[in-house]
């Protein structure tokens, strides 16, 4: 039987559910005068913040009596993490949440990809106050296997101090929310206090002493008249950038000379960094707000605008090898590459190179040959050694703007609850690149360049209505139903012309565009739109005391792709007080995003030690469609999932498995190379230049995966040390496997970063102990096996497989007074250094340790922290 206080509540939050279900928000204060003050302060206190909406549209729940499985995490609880980043706090929490440093990975490193339960960030879907948050415009083009082509939101924006809490459902939810929601959902609930406020002020660096991060937010709550709220919360950030680099051998070997010659004094120690990329300009406002218009009728409003600028760094271009900048491959018998020599590339301003001679490359030094201050005398010939002697390592920058706007209203109409809102996202990149070169410029050509910009713009409207009916014999069946319109437009801006335009040495073999990131061009330029229909039908009721069912249909239609219909159903049966078993079964689907469809760019990648350009098309492009690119279709998933809840005065425990099969994936195909034997069918299909590009890649349905798991989830409040104490435990085992995909487009390499690239087990476990003044927590946070790769390379020279391993964390905090909290702690603090390379693979490249591992490759990070209240 249900428990008095769990009925009770259910029932009297029947009025209440107008202003809550559909919001995804919790009430303000003036909204509880619906419902029983009395039982809702019992159940609040015993489970303080852990009441959600996410998951269901009936009334709000417990984390207990929710028939699927959610997490809630509090503001305060965010906040004992050394890191402000929003990505890096969430890791430390839920356990199937990962996501890892990108420190050269083009886009990817201005916003990292995540995953939930071993699926690609755009798997998941992100709400803000129950309302559908927009995606980022950056993909992930290297997003470590499970994320390639990725395009999820952006969490990294929202600031800890605008939080309430955040609620993440660990269950497919497509029939209840649309497109995305296969791995998931997680709802930022914005705080929505009329008074009061905070401000704090956090400083950290890493143990090695760089990576200085500072950050300063703040939040106020003030009145809309007598019946409504205001709340602003803000947050500004600065991240110096991080080094754990070794010098090259390659550049130590030209810098230092050998047998006898001077070493060439241009080249830069460390020639290539990995690291996390410098921070500027990085700030975010948020405002939520709510107007309580009569008792029956409410307004809200609420959005952001956030701005932030990064620089970072890409590979090496060796002043002596690095083909089509600065050396060619001289073939003296096509049928023995054995007899192939590397020679300069250099260029004629009449346009014959033969009369400027050979220079070798195959010397220590070639700026001390004779050949080459032949070719320098000769007025006629150049070489890009001219411009960049030592070789070069372009910095790629960025700036990430983004706002949100959502209005709406609420209320009752009859026995009728509504909710109308409209709202709209836009996210833009904007790209850079520094110290770099467009080669088929020859001398003439800039060094910086402004290669263009992504812009993801989304807008809908939502109306929602809810009731409570009552069918033959079974009381208060919660009835929702609903629509909802949706474009959404992915549009390219131009690059400055240098950035992208075919040079006049472009026919004498030199690469075309700024090297690293070749900026759009005008055939890449333009703006695609999509738009799209859902309707949707959610009926949940308790069929007696002890069992729930719910049953959820939507059907969408797009304008691109077609429909699809999916659907849920969930079902709990509360056993005894303390136990009840939970279970779900759900289809889904994840419509492929416009910029996927759309999407062109050019990536620096190695493949065999060599550093080759690699062009992204889309996938109805000439040159993806030669190589076999087809029209996207909509992943398609379908979920099982089952599990228990047992509470026990102090003790709370969750256990749930999952098993998600999806067809189609939609990822970034592995490398096609570009032929020889193809060129001339590929410029009678419209593609300039074909000779100048190594490989293409584009979006396919490329795969079929199953992905299973369990999440553990278990808290114990006790009285410990003559104060407060409670260890939390979380667990996660997750397994994916690739259960079919087309060797044509995805390798064996790509196959096991899928199956194998994030540990199949991690968990945290957690220690909070509190006295009057002081707070500590102690968290350990363990890793499981798991494949490594470095730079990309599923090689055996760049990959391996990586033991377990454990790091610690710690927080420490004193209230010196009502208002005032000191607190200081570190992340890894015993400094757990990340897998380092094996030989012959360490140093190479520049890097030291894997940076695809699960925790900071970086180290160990301390900070200190000061917040005020009032």
């Known amino acids: 039987m249900m428990t008095g206080i769990k009925k009770n509540f259910y029932l009297s939050s029947l009025s209440l559910a107008v202003s809550l279900a559909l919001t995804g928000t919790l ?8 419902a029983d003050e009395e039982e809702v302060k019992v159940e609040k206190r015993e489970n303080v913040e852990k009441i959600a909406v996410v998951g269901t549209r009936a009334a709000p729940r417990s984390i207990g009596d929710s028939p699927v499985p959610i997490d ?7 906040k004992k993490n050394g890191s402000t980043d929003m990505i890096d706090m969430l890791v430390t929490s839920v356990p199937s949440f990962n996501s890892r440093a990108q420190p050269i990975s083009d886009a990817a490193t201005l916003i990292r990809p995540v995953n939930l339960r071993g699926l690609p960030s755009d798997s998941t879907l992100v709400l803000v106050n129950g309302k559908r948050r927009h995606r980022a415009s950056v993909i992930a083009f290297q997003g470590g296997g499970i994320n390639d082509g990725a395009q999820g939101p952006d969490m990294s924006v929202i600031p800890t101090a605008a939080l309430k809490q955040v609620e993440v459902l660990r269950d497919g939810a497509a029939a209840q929310y649309g497109s995305d929601a296969i791995a998931g959902v997680m709802n930022f609930v914005l705080k929505d206090d009329n008074e009061g406020g905070s401000l704090t002020y956090t400083k950290g660096e890493y ?27 803000g947050q500004y950030k600065m991240a110096d950038a991080t080094s754990r680099s070794v010098q090259r051998p390659d550049a130590a070997a030209i810098a230092y000379g050998t047998d006898g010659t001077d070493g060439n004094p241009y080249i830069q120690n460390p020639a290539q960094t990995w690291g996390n990329p410098e921070l500027s300009d990085d700030f975010s406002v948020f405002v939520n707000s709510g107007l309580e218009v009569n008792d029956t009728t409410r307004l809200y409003a609420f959005g952001n605008m956030s701005s932030r600028k990064a620089v970072g760094g890409f590979y090496y271009r060796n002043p002596q090898d690095r083909g089509l900048v600065y050396s060619k491959i001289n073939e003296q018998d096509p049928n023995d590459p054995n007899d192939d020599t590397r020679e300069l590339l250099v260029g004629a301003l009449n346009g014959d190179q033969s009369s400027c001679g050979v220079v070798s490359a195959e010397v220590p030094n070639v700026l001390q040959t004779a050949a080459y201050k032949a070719m320098v005398a000769d007025p006629n010939c150049f070489s890009m050694n001219q411009i960049r002697p030592g070789g070069y390592t372009p910095q790629f920058a960025g700036k990430i703007e983004d706002s949100s706007f959502v209005a709406g209203i609420k209320g009752e109409l009859g026995e009728w ?6 709202g709209t996202g836009n996210n833009q990149a904007s790209f850079g690149l520094m110290n770099s070169l467009n080669p088929s410029l020859g001398l003439e050509t800039p060094t910086n360049f402004d290669t263009g910009a992504y812009t993801q713009n989304e807008s809908s409207i939502n109306i929602d209505f809810s009731r409570f009916l009552n069918i033959g014999s079974i009381e208060d069946v919660s009835f929702a139903t609903g629509f909802e319109w949706r474009e959404e437009s992915f549009k390219i801006t131009q690059g400055e012309e240098a950035s992208w335009v075919a040079g006049p040495y472009a ?23 999509r738009n799209n229909i859902g309707i949707y039908t959610d009926v949940e009721a308790y069929l007696n005391d002890d069992w729930l069912l719910g049953v959820a249909l939507r059907y969408e239609d797009f304008s691109t792709f077609g429909d699809t219909l999916n659907y849920k159903i969930t079902a709990q049966y509360i056993a005894t007080d303390e136990l009840s078993f939970r279970a779900s079964h759900s289809t889904g689907f994840r419509a492929p995003t416009v910029g996927q469809e759309n999407v062109v760019n050019t990536q620096t990648s190695i493949v065999n030690g060599e550093l080759i350009q690699t062009f992204i098309a889309p996938p109805t492009n000439p040159l993806a469609a030669f190589y076999g690119g087809e029209v996207l279709q909509p992943e ?4 099982i999932a089952v599990g228990f809840v047992y509470e026990y005065e102090d003790f709370f425990l969750t256990f749930d498995y999952y ?8 990822s970034q195909s592995s490398q096609k190379d570009v032929l020889a034997k193809d060129y001339d069918a590929l410029r009678a299909a419209g593609v300039e230049f074909p000779e100048l590009i190594s490989a293409v890649t584009y979006y396919a349905n490329d795969f079929d995966t199953t992905t299973q798991g369990i999440d553990i989830v278990a808290n114990y409040n006790m009285e410990a040390f003559s104060g407060d104490a409670k260890l939390s435990l979380a667990y996660g085992w997750t397994d994916t496997s690739v259960d079919k995909f087309s060797p044509d487009t995805t390798d064996e ?35 499981g096996e798991y494949y490594a790769t470095h730079a990309d390379d599923t090689s055996d020279w760049g990959s391996e497989d990586v033991g377990s391993a454990v790091t610690f964390d710690l927080d420490f905090s004193y209230a010196l007074n009502d208002a005032i909290t000191l607190s200081v702690g570190a992340n890894n603090i015993f400094d757990k250094k990340a897998q380092k390379l094996k030989d012959g693979t360490l140093g190479e490249l520049g890097a030291v340790y894997y940076e695809s591992g699960p925790y900071d490759y970086n180290g160990g990070f301390y900070y200190g922290r000061v917040n005020y209240r009032f």
Do not use: C
Not at 755 to 769: C, F, K, N, V, Y
């Open 27 to 34: 009430a303000s204060a003036g909204a509880y005068a619906a």
């Open 72 to 78: 809630i995490i509090s503001s305060d609880d965010l």
């Open 207 to 233: 143990y090695e002493g760089d990576g200085t991060t500072t950050t300063i937010d703040g939040n106020i709550g003030l009145p809309l008249t007598d019946d409504g709220f205001i709340n602003i919360s």
């Open 417 to 422: 609850n509504y909710d109308a809102s409209a």
């Open 507 to 529: 026919e004498q073999g030199f690469n075309i565009g700024s090297h690293g990131f070749k900026g759009f061009g005008p055939e890449s330029a333009g703006k695609n739109t």
């Open 636 to 639: 398609e998933s379908m979920s």
């Open 659 to 666: 098993n998600i099969e999806v067809e189609g994936r939609i």
């Open 749 to 783: 390499g790509k196959v096991r970063r899928l199956e194998d690239g994030i540990p199949a087990h991690r968990a945290t476990l957690t220690w909070a102990q509190s006295w009057d003044d002081i707070n500590v927590s102690v968290r350990s946070n363990y890793f």
